[in-house]
């Protein structure tokens, strides 16, 4: 069976287009926020890639279609990879900018030469972002949290393979050029449809995943606002300024500030296997615990969808250690109260000043950390930062 260009744009745009819609809906009727949203830009933008290459097969002289495909295709790699980046909480000025650049580089390359430059025009400024954001995309997702997602893993391979083929397109474009057999065999427009259909496919399966893993928690845990002095809890984003200023007056007196982070790591799985009622009351629960059992002069703020950390100055790490495991036994008893007699994994982790410093932002990684093993190991309840 041989497969005109037409067709095979066809084909490509109703893969790319349906999954890109599917996706998009999904993401309006769930709420998404962070990491999903981000997505969603790169499915629309692959939407876009798309539709300017059709009109590109179909127009004859629409060199400008080329410009739009060839942007928006990097548009849509660099925010499959701005997405990772945002699930794994990391930075997002710098990486956005350096997409931004790719993708009007993209544009302008395709503009200069403008209806001279023929079917390849710009490719060289379109091959490289490609590989360069997917080889980023792949890494990110064996960091983080994602690193910790078994379906993580499968984005990872695909956005490698992806680098992967870019370079080697690019090699045999620069060596071979656009009209040698080998670069129309293996790496032509027909071939990189079929590849981008295959990739998109699994694309939308394995972010929905990841999405999913993360949109049910938002809904057990109600924000509470900047401040919220009825349930005496403040968010993520305010809790930096609280812990600067504690850290700041405690280095000068030379006292120790105790940060202790409580997390929750199977909520979800809770969900799935009880039901969204009972993982909703886990949650009040381990909320109001979690207040409730923390000396009354500490900071307690929201980390993430499913932790909390508590911030105070302390006069030893013994009592650091020893306010933190009451907190522990106080929320394994409250959640041992709640139905079906569900308990689930709680992790611990202090982090003192005398051995991570007075950065907040050292000091609560350090925390993050032994929270994480303490989770992880069942014969330990409340887990201290070493330190190095």
Same mark, same amino acid.
């Given at each position: 069976m041989t497969l005109d260009l037409a067709s095979v744009h066809l084909i490509t745009a109703l893969v790319v287009n349906v999954s890109g819609v599917l996706f998009i809906i999904e993401t309006i009727l769930r709420r998404d926020e962070g990491a999903g949203r981000i997505w969603s830009l790169a499915f629309l933008a692959g939407m876009l890639t798309t539709l300017a290459y059709t009109v590109w097969v179909l127009s004859e002289g629409a060199w400008w279609a080329i410009a739009v495909g060839n942007a928006s295709f990097v548009a849509g790699? $660099?925010?499959?990879?701005?997405g990772c980046r945002r699930f794994n909480g990391r930075r997002m000025q710098w990486a956005s900018l350096v997409v931004a650049a790719g993708v009007i580089g993209a544009a302008v390359a395709v503009a200069v030469e403008g209806a001279q430059g023929g079917d390849w025009a710009g490719a060289l400024w379109m091959?490289?972002?490609?590989?360069?954001?997917?080889?980023?995309?792949?890494?990110?997702?064996?960091?983080?949290?994602?690193?910790?997602?078994?379906?993580?893993?499968?984005?990872g391979a695909v956005l490698g393979f992806q680098s992967l083929y870019y370079v080697s397109r690019t090699t045999a474009?620069?060596?071979s050029g656009p009209d040698?057999?080998?670069?129309?065999?293996?790496?032509?427009?027909?071939?990189t449809s079929f590849l981008t259909v295959t990739l998109t496919i699994v694309a939308v399966v394995v972010t929905s995943v990841l999405r999913a893993s993360r949109a049910p928690m938002r809904g057990y845990l109600m924000r509470a606002p900047s401040g919220d002095a009825e349930s005496g809890i403040v968010d993520g984003s305010s809790f930096p300024a609280f812990l600067e200023v504690l850290c700041d007056r405690a280095s000068r007196r030379g006292e120790l500030v105790a940060v202790t982070s409580v997390r929750l790591d199977d909520l979800d799985d809770i969900s799935t296997a009880f039901g969204s009622d009972v993982a909703g009351a886990v949650s009040e629960t381990w909320r109001a $615990?979690?207040?409730r059992h923390a000396p009354t002069n500490a900071v307690v703020a929201e980390d993430g969808p499913t932790g909390f950390v508590v911030a105070l100055a302390v006069a030893s790490g013994p009592e650091a250690r020893r306010q933190a495991g009451a907190i522990y036994r106080a929320l394994f008893d409250d959640l041992a109260k709640v139905g079906e007699g569900v308990i689930p994994v709680v992790g611990v982790g202090v982090a003192l000043s005398d051995s991570a410093g007075y950065e907040p932002a050292r000091l609560v990684g350090a925390a993050r950390d032994a929270a994480s093993r303490a989770a992880a190991n069942v014969e330990t309840s409340v887990l201290v930062d070493e330190g190095e």
């Open positions: 790699t $660099g925010c499959m990879w701005l091959f490289v972002p490609l590989l360069a954001f997917a080889a980023a995309g792949a890494t990110e997702c064996f960091r983080g949290d994602m690193r910790e997602s078994r379906t993580a893993w499968v984005l474009f620069v060596t040698s057999a080998l670069f129309r065999t293996a790496f032509g427009t027909i071939s $615990g979690v207040r």
